[in-house]
């Protein structure tokens, strides 16, 4: 049988793996099986050269059996509906893994952001917005920056939203600027969820964060952040690379002025502290934590048998395939994986939207504690749960995140 590369029937299949195990009532698992909803946009925008151009958004929301649905809007040209619905069961099943109180949803829109003018990305983000109004809401699903959207684009949804609705409702986005009511943290709250998870998996492994060894893929916002965030904390930063570019050094990348390079130069290659490699090999390095943070299907059932890194640390959705976590379990690799690995953003995101809605702010210091606290006890839960089940961290996540959705959908009953 071939490798899938498809998000969703990935989801699906790690599903299927813990529902048996769980022993999860089969209606439940049909209905696990499909998002909820999903919604298919045409957005006609007027361009800066006077044409228009005709884009197609999504928005999906998996489950909203523990309270409104919560994800990101990612822009990218490989955008289609069955990543955005994988994406969205994995939002379903990390808002459970950290216990908070929301369900999974993601959107999306095939667009090349890199190539819009700001003026263009506006527009698009209002007519998205607008079109996808009736099943927006603080109460209803709450969207976030994710690849090829930032704190800006929430800005706009934010405004556009509350034009609809005739007042100010910041609580519609998270991952918002501070001045219209983002969280202190927020930023790095993803990178700052790897190094708690990273620090914990190696103290599992009896080994030390200070020291250790470290290669990161993706230098975005969760791979530059967790780079820096593991680098302060003593671990050693040895290679990284992004969508342009490597950059390695086996004492140690000077990951401050690797970011002050990359800000410049938009890549971290040419980095004048440390050398180019294979991008594919960053993968492979003989490192203690290798942090995936870039996308999809990376370590595949080809690759994985080279792994060799002691500790996995899933800062991207997705990027392990089924076929390559039953290699990875084979040769002892400790996978922390997505659904507990990266949910330091949408926790800090809960954190914003509970602040929003108390109309009352923390200091960034109450955050980032507080975020330490879900991540640890999130992070115990899981690997109790994976014991109790004796399978391996990924399914004992999943274990955990169905054991509490389907106790929700069970209290409420079906709707018939
Ligand atoms: P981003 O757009 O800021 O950064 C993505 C990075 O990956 C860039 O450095 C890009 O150059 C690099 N990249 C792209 N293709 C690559 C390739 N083929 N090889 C190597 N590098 C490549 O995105 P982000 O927000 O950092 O998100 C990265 C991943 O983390 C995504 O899977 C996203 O869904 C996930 N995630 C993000 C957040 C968040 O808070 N931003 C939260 C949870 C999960």
């Known amino acids: ?34 998002p909820v909803r999903s919604m298919i946009v045409s957005l006609p925008v007027h ?23 919560k994800g990101g809007i990612r822009y990218d040209l490989h955008v289609n509906l069955d990543e955005i619905k994988a994406l969205a069961a994995w939002m379903t099943w990390k808002t459970a893994v950290v216990d908070v109180p929301f369900g999974g ?9 890199a190539h819009m003018s700001q003026g263009e990305l506006e527009r698009l983000t209002r007519r998205y917005t607008a079109e996808i109004m009736d099943i927006l809401g603080p109460d209803r699903d709450v969207p976030a920056p994710d690849m090829g959207t930032n704190s800006q684009t929430m800005a706009w949804v934010l405004d556009t939203y509350s034009m609809h609705v005739r007042k100010t409702e910041n609580a519609v986005v ?29 103290q599992r492994l009896g080994k030390p964060l200070a020291g250790a060894t470290v290669a990161i893929q993706g230098f975005g916002n969760v791979g530059s952040q967790a780079a820096r965030l593991l680098h302060e904390a003593g671990a050693r930063v040895i290679a990284v690379c992004d969508n342009h570019g490597t950059t ?32 594919e090999e ?15 299907n990376q370590i595949t059932g080809l690759n994985a048998p080279r792994v060799r890194a002691k500790v996995v640390v899933e800062g991207a959705n997705g990027p392990t395939t089924a076929e390559a976590d039953p290699i990875l379990l084979e040769n002892g690799v400790l996978v922390v994986p997505d659904i507990l690995a990266n949910a330091g953003g949408v926790t800090v995101s809960y954190f914003e939207w509970v602040q929003n809605r108390i109309g009352f702010y923390w200091r960034e210091r109450e955050v980032n504690e507080k975020l330490v606290e879900y991540m640890t006890h999130a992070f115990h839960a899981v690997f109790s749960t994976t014991d109790k089940y004796k399978t ?25």
Not at 50 to 68: C, D, K, L, M, S
Not at 404 to 409: D, E, L, N, T
């Open 1 to 34: 049988m071939s490798e899938t590369h498809n998000p969703f029937e990935a989801m699906q299949a790690r599903l299927r793996v813990a529902s048996e195990l769980y022993g999860l009532d089969d209606a439940l698992f049909k209905v696990f099986m499909a």
């Open 47 to 69: 361009m800066d050269d006077g044409r228009w151009e005709v884009f197609t958004g999504y928005r999906v929301q998996h489950n909203i059996a523990r309270g409104p649905a």
């Open 105 to 113: 949803g993601k959107g999306g829109i095939v667009c090349d952001p």
């Open 174 to 202: 998270t991952g918002k600027p501070l001045g219209l009511g983002g969280s202190l943290g927020r930023p790095e709250a993803t990178g700052r969820g790897v190094l708690i998870t990273a620090r914990e998996a190696m």
């Open 248 to 279: 390695k050094n086996e004492r140690g990348l000077d990951v401050h002025a690797l970011l002050k390079h990359n800000q410049e130069a938009r890549t971290v290659g040419g980095f004048k502290g440390g050398e180019a490699f294979d991008k």
């Open 282 to 296: 960053v993968l492979t390095m003989p490192v203690d934590i290798l942090v995936p943070a870039a996308l999809e």
């Open 392 to 416: 391996n961290p990924r399914i004992g996540a999943y274990i955990l995140a169905l054991e509490r959705v389907s106790q929700a959908m069970q209290h409420r009953g079906f709707y018939a």
